[in-house]
């Protein structure tokens, strides 16, 4: 690994820092502020928890945002981090808690500003829509839990002495759970934009293979933790005493509320289990721990009468900066990668070209995404997605956001060509047997859209299908979809 790549990863590791000097007192903010646990206890079992998680479990959610933008050179994703990073480093100062997700969402969206490329508006409006709901959930779980557990403690007496070791060792217990699944499902915040381009390379370490990612993701995760050591103190005394003060059973109450919340937002399991007893799933978005901890204080300082002594001003000021945050890294972003390109002449991104062809044509006649409009469009390429889109839309003016992205889909040139020499990099831990027969029957062939591949192992061997889209089929095609997508990335001519 070069020089230059540890330097655009320096960016990453700046946004880890930044998560764990904010969102550490999301799960331990409370504890800390009401004086049930020290700084550095809480300080320790943030970090551990927090890099077991992103370790263990972050790699899962790692393409959450993939579909608002796929940053696909080091140097754009090194000013795509940075910008996030110096966002809500801003914040920090402030001592305002914000979310990197919000902070990384506004920067994916100033990359596809800079380079002309199409952002998912429905992606960002399921997106946007959890920085609304997740307070409002948090609030509400916050307010039922401290219901539940304040009638039970009424019917179950412990002494004070007891009763205060009891609420520690929840707290903490609580605490590290928090900050596990902080790590799983905010880590790809942190270091996502750089698994396209990621350095690194495979090794062995007593007989167990360690990924690129799994290396990128423990990386970010050991800048988070200097983080929470080094910077968090001020801002888990916002959360835990600016806008309410809180008694210590409150401040649990809060943590636990802030877990579900995001356990609500990431399981896949509880996707599962809702969808097979035929009940309504709720959508698996990348959430706000800080929210949902806001949201959580609030929901218990009303359910306890006591909104006169919530801190309105502290709240309206934390709610600027969600809002402002996203607009800021935005345009942060838009600058930066003008500067890196034009003053210090490095690649951004790497171009990508759009045909439509008659093939292409055919193909979303077949699978029904449109059945005509864009025959004036035939033969030609289109070096940008907004170039595409604008003339596409100029046809068909009430062309949908989804159908324009199956569009683009459709249309990407990928140019992928099955040689030998690289059948022998498949891994068979990951490919069937089979499967890597029916890549080696392939060899010499060439396919310059994805779909023409796809369709084509599909034909040859069941496996290589997708299954219709549902939940329960969920897990069975995100496995197919890595496989296909390892594929491409294997056999890429470059």
Request: charged share 15%; proline share 4%.
């Amino acid at each position: 690994m070069s020089i230059t790549s540890l330097l655009f990863l320096s960016s990453g590791l700046f946004l880890g820092w930044s998560l764990g000097a904010q969102d550490a007192s999301n799960v331990f903010g409370t504890a800390v502020a009401s004086r049930m646990v020290r700084f550095k206890t809480a300080a320790f079992l943030c970090s551990i928890f927090l890099t077991l998680g992103a370790v263990l479990d972050g790699v899962g959610a790692a393409h959450t945002l993939g579909t608002l933008g796929s940053v696909n050179a080091i140097a754009g994703a090194f000013v795509t981090s940075f910008a996030a990073a110096f966002t809500v480093l801003m914040m920090t100062k402030l001592a305002l808690p914000v979310s990197v997700s919000q902070a990384v969402v506004g920067s994916i969206i100033g990359w596809n500003l800079f380079t002309d490329s199409v952002t998912d508006v429905n992606s960002v409006v399921k997106i946007a829509s959890t920085w609304v709901a997740c307070p409002v959930l948090g609030a509400l779980i916050g307010a039922l839990v401290f219901a539940v557990f304040r009638k039970i403690s009424k019917k179950v007496k412990f002494s004070l002495l007891h009763r205060d070791a009891l609420l520690r060792f929840a707290m903490i217990v609580t605490g590290a759970f928090g900050s596990y699944a902080l790590g799983a499902n905010n880590m790809a915040n942190v270091v996502g934009v750089f698994i396209p381009v990621v350095p690194f390379k495979d090794f062995s370490f007593f007989g167990t293979s360690i990924t690129p990612v799994h290396q990128l993701f423990f990386i970010g995760s050991v800048a988070v933790a200097v983080g929470v050591y080094t910077y968090s103190y001020n801002v888990m005394m916002t959360v835990g005493k600016g806008i309410l003060p809180l008694t210590p059973f409150a401040s649990w109450v809060v943590v636990l509320s802030q877990s579900l919340v995001l356990f609500i937002f990431a399981s896949e399991g509880l996707e599962h289990f809702l969808a097979s007893h035929g009940l309504p799933t709720i959508p698996l978005v990348p959430v706000s721990s800080t929210q949902a901890v806001i949201g959580s204080v609030i929901g218990i300082g009303l359910y306890r009468g006591l909104a006169k002594n919530i801190e309105w001003n502290v709240l309206l000021r934390i709610m600027c900066g969600w809002i402002i945050t996203p607009v800021i890294t935005a345009l942060v972003c838009f600058i930066s990668l003008y500067v890196m390109k034009n003053v210090f002449d490095q690649t951004v991104f790497v171009p990508k070209t759009y045909v439509i062809s008659r093939e292409v044509l055919n193909e979303l006649k077949k699978d029904g995404i449109l059945q005509k409009g864009l025959e004036p469009m035939t033969g030609k390429s289109y070096a940008t997605q907004k170039l595409l889109v604008n003339e596409a839309v100029r046809l068909i003016p009430d062309l949908k956001n989804a159908t324009t992205r199956n569009i683009l889909n459709y249309a990407e040139v990928i140019d992928v060509r099955i040689t030998p020499e690289k059948i022998k990099e498949l891994p068979s831990e990951i490919f069937s047997e089979k499967q890597i027969d029916d890549l080696e029957s392939l060899a010499g062939r060439r396919f310059m859209h994805r779909w023409e591949i796809e369709n084509t192992l599909a034909a040859m061997n069941p496996e290589w299908s997708l299954l219709p889209q549902s939940v329960l089929n969920k897990k069975k095609n995100k496995q197919i979809t890595e496989q296909l997508q390892l594929v491409e990335g294997i056999f890429k001519w470059e």
